[in-house]
């Protein structure tokens, strides 16, 4: 009887869609999906027209155009202190969903485990799921979400091939330190694991934070496999312009897959970000950050105020929110009770832990999320967008002392 693949089984529609065309319905303020309203470069839209306009439309080299790959390569050797051969050691991608997915299929195999830190991005798990890798999840525990060595330590096996990073992080927003990053590069060198690290949220920090490359570190260059893409940093998440750095040694087998699945990414958007690394001064990534900074006081300030405890995001442009307060019995339902309340979606917390099922004593089953109380609220909206959001978020409080 024709079926679904093993791997199609286990799907389940994301929570972000959902709460996205949820929020549709009742034509609400979306706070649940991280796509950026805000306004592109003017530079990168010139480039990438005039490039259309020139005749630049059809497919090009697998690994990206060499005027990219050099912009990238010049990026971060300025911004990442990462000395990388734009020709061998540079993959221009699909976004950097098309990094992780071919870094993926080129390097892991089924039953590999995976170290993962949660709360994750659901992508990186569903992609190690979809390849037949085992994610391992180790806790990042708030206000700070830092984490055990120990327990680190004890999540490796003989079977752990690598250890995902994501940095600064969705939903946390956490931003590993250097001390930090030393202890997991110290891990990897010992065990002789591959280290991912998604760093597409490396220019929003806050509070003076320092965004550290871990393949900088000792040793660390030829096990890293650094991701990064220009989705968020020049709002253009329908773009897919991201890319992967790495080894010469890995770089044709994530090559390969890429090709297998995407051939290249969009060749005049490519122009467009190249021109983006090379005309944006420096002050561009700077106002930025203080830009989303303001939104992120904007936004924490409101949830505190309406009795949403907000985990203060070192980075990224997330905030994770208790909302035990909201009525029902998990994540989902809040969510729910919020949009309904208010017009504004959040994210279920329960997407970014994992599900916990025990077997009782008495023969019944005990199903847990770690993500049950917590709502996730994207800030990288317009100002007024923002705003509206926040003074609708204001109902809740005149609502519950009613
Ligand atoms: N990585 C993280 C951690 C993200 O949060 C997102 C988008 O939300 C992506 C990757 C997707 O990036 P891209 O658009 O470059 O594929």
Redesign the pocket.
């Known amino acids: 009887m024709i079926s679904f693949s093993k791997a199609a089984g286990g799907i389940v529609q994301s929570e972000i869609r959902i709460m996205s065309i949820e929020c549709e319905k009742v034509r609400g303020i979306n706070l649940a999906q ?1 796509i950026c309203d805000t306004p592109v470069p003017e530079p990168v839209i010139r480039g990438a027209e005039e490039a259309m306009r020139a005749g630049r439309n059809s497919y090009v080299r697998l690994d990206g155009i060499a005027e990219l790959r050099q912009a990238i390569a010049r990026k971060l050797e300025r911004d990442n202190h990462i000395t990388a051969d734009p020709d061998t050691e540079i993959l221009v991608s ?5 990094a ?1 997915l071919s870094a993926c299929f080129a390097l892991l195999d089924p039953d590999d485990e995976v170290i993962v830190f949660e709360p994750y ?1 659901g ?2 798990v569903n992609t190690l799921l979809a390849c037949g890798a085992r994610p391992v999840y180790v806790t990042l525990r708030p206000p700070d979400w830092g984490f055990s060595l120990d327990e680190l330590t004890r999540a490796i096996s003989p079977r752990t091939k690598a250890i995902v990073i ?1 940095s600064p ?2 939903p946390s927003g956490k931003v590993f330190d250097r001390q930090e990053l030393e202890s997991i590069a110290e891990l990897a060198r010992r065990h002789d694991l591959f280290v991912f690290t ?1 760093e ?2 490396e220019y929003f920090l806050y509070d003076g934070r320092e965004h550290i490359s871990i393949a900088t570190l000792p040793g660390m260059a030829e096990r890293t496999i650094t ?1 990064s ?4 940093t020049y709002s253009i ?1 329908g773009w ?3 890319y992967a750095v790495c080894s010469a040694r890995w770089k044709p087998a994530l090559g390969y897959f890429h090709d297998l699945a995407f051939i290249c990414a969009p060749s005049a958007l490519q122009v467009g970000v190249a021109r983006g690394l090379e005309e944006l001064p420096e002050s561009f990534y700077r106002e930025m950050s203080s830009e989303y900074a303001t939104k992120r006081r904007l936004l924490c300030e409101t949830l505190r105020e309406i009795g949403m405890k907000p985990y203060v995001p070192q980075g ?1 442009y997330y905030v994770l929110a208790e909302a035990g307060a909201l009525p029902g019995t998990n994540s989902k339902q809040r969510a729910m009770a919020l949009l309904q309340e208010t017009g504004v979606a959040a994210v279920p917390g329960e997407a970014f832990f994992h599900t916990n099922v025990e077997n009782t004593k008495d023969g019944n089953q005990e199903v847990s999320n770690a993500g049950a109380g917590l709502l996730r609220f994207c800030f990288a909206k317009t100002e007024s967008d923002l705003l509206n959001a926040c003074g609708r978020l204001q109902r809740l409080a005149v609502s519950s002392s009613r």
């Not at 699909?94 to 098309?98: C, D, I, L, P």
């Not at 893409?229 to 968020?232: I, N, V, Y």
């Open positions: 991280g699909s976004g950097s969903t098309g992780f991005y992508y990186h994501n992080g969705n998604d597409i949220y991701i893409g220009f989705s968020k998440t897919r312009i991201g990224s």
